[in-house]
């Protein structure tokens, strides 16, 4: 059974930084592209961070660019999500997922097959 889970939610104030971990079992996504996405309440499923299988290739939502990085560790079958001069507005439940097919950076929400359970990121004025 896949599995990916999250880590390193909390609270924050803003300006301050935070690192988010994946952790996926159940097989293995190194050849895959992973993707973080958030949401907050009332609002949709907003995608956040892409990085495709080999970790050379990232994209970023408009909203995070320069503030956030993506990376993976293939050998640990982890992603990463770093984010720095975090901003109220950055309060979400944040997802990880993962594709079951191949694409080079996946942005859509239809095109992840497997999400974890969320953490909860938190940036107080």
């Known amino acids: 059974q896949v599995q990916l889970v999250e880590s390193g939610g909390g609270l924050v104030q803003a300006g301050g930084s935070l690192s988010l971990s994946c952790a996926a079992s159940g097989r293995t996504f190194t050849n895959s592209a992973m993707g973080w996405f958030r949401q907050a309440p009332g609002k949709e499923r907003e995608f956040v961070a892409a990085?495709?299988?080999?970790?050379?290739?990232?994209y970023y939502g408009t909203s995070v660019k320069g503030r956030f990085t993506i990376s993976r560790d293939n050998a640990k079958n982890t992603v990463y999500l770093q984010m720095n001069s975090l901003k109220p507005e950055d309060t979400a439940v944040y997802y990880c997922?993962?594709?079951?097919?191949?694409?080079?950076?996946?942005?859509?929400?239809?095109?992840?097959?497997?999400w974890g359970q969320g953490t909860q990121v938190t940036v107080s004025s």
């Open positions: 990085i495709n299988w080999n970790g050379d290739t990232t």
């Open positions: 997922a993962a594709p079951h097919g191949w694409y080079t950076i996946p942005i859509a929400v239809r095109q992840y097959d497997y």
